[in-house]
């Protein structure tokens, strides 16, 4: 049987200061922090993990923070938008709640649904969209009330020189083509998150505010992912050796535009090194990188986490 890809897992982007990007994402957005950890292949910057209360795949949102000095400029083959979920009567809360936050958006419609639109202070484009989520953990400390609370990604924007470069891809991955009859094509999965095909001929260039790369939900097992490597490998693409990662197995591949994709496992999730009322207090590292903790700590920048509501409200 060939694997196809049940969803979005998680999504990771590139940030400037930690606590600018801490602040916004848990006292803005309303996200627990799930995780605090070192990027595992360059321990001299964090790597922040957001998302529900217990980090459910599909509710992941990850940062690199201090990886690139000079903000980013969307373009051809980047990810150039994320969406995420919020419940179906929660849009004049967040108009009213961005607002009191001082943060600029836009009430547009997408896909014939209103959605709102803005960025996030390194310039990463966001976009709330209202549509159920059940598979989600609400966060009881959270600045937003549980019935308003972002429930995970809803999509992300692809942005290509030529459709026909990813399509192909998208549907070997085992997503449906929407026949909704929009500018752009729409790729949805099974647990109905989705992909969105944008052409440009833009030329973007990364830095702050830009995705590093999207990862979707490959399978339960590492031997799933190892099906994933020899399929992409069929589709032309060139695949990483599995890598476990703790909290999930992954493989990465480039497709044809130059988007990284990541393909990942299902667990065993972030509650591997902390239980579920303790995700976000601890500094975590894998174990290869244990015994340089003092030497990582203090190479690390400047992070006030007292500044977040999240360890105001524990």
């Not at 292949?41 to 998302?51: R, S, T, V, W």
């Not at 980013?72 to 936050?101: F, Q």
Request: no cysteine.
């Amino acid at each position: 049987m060939n694997p196809e890809v049940k969803g979005l897992h998680h999504f990771t982007a590139i940030a400037g200061d930690p606590t600018e990007n801490a602040s916004f994402y848990v006292n803005t957005l309303g996200l627990r922090m799930v995780k605090k950890t070192v990027n595992h292949d360059a321990p001299d910057m964090y790597h922040l993990f957001y998302g529900d209360k217990k980090g459910t795949p599909g509710s992941s949102i990850t940062f690199f923070p201090g990886m690139a000095e000079r903000r980013g400029k969307p373009g051809a083959g980047m990810i150039t938008e994320l969406g995420l979920r919020i419940p179906e009567n929660s849009l004049e809360y967040w108009k009213k709640r961005l607002e009191d936050e001082g943060v600029e958006f836009e009430a547009e419609e997408w896909r014939g649904r209103d959605t709102l639109r803005f960025s996030d202070p390194d310039g990463l484009l966001l976009r709330l969209v209202t549509e159920e989520n059940n598979d989600y953990a609400p966060w009881g400390s959270s600045k937003v009330p549980e019935e308003h609370q972002v429930s995970g990604m809803h999509h992300v924007a692809l942005s290509v020189q030529r459709e026909e470069s990813i399509t192909p891809v998208l549907e070997r991955m085992g997503l449906e083509k929407s026949d909704e009859d929009f500018d752009n094509l729409y790729f949805e999965a099974e647990d109905g998150s989705g992909v969105e095909v944008r052409e440009t001929s833009e030329r973007g260039r990364m830095g702050r505010g830009s995705v590093h790369h999207v990862a979707f939900k490959a399978g339960e097992t590492d031997e799933e992912i190892e099906n994933w490597r020899d399929k992409l490998q069929k589709i032309g693409m060139r695949s990483s050796p599995a890598i476990s990662r703790k909290y999930f197995t992954s493989t990465y591949a480039r497709t044809p535009p130059g988007i990284l994709f990541e393909f990942s496992s299902m667990g065993p999730g972030y509650t591997a090194d902390e239980l579920v009322e303790e995700l976000g207090t601890n500094f975590v590292l894998p174990e290869n990188l244990e015994d340089r903790r003092e030497e990582i700590l203090e190479n690390l920048p400047e992070f006030r986490e007292d500044e977040l509501d999240e360890r105001k409200n524990t």
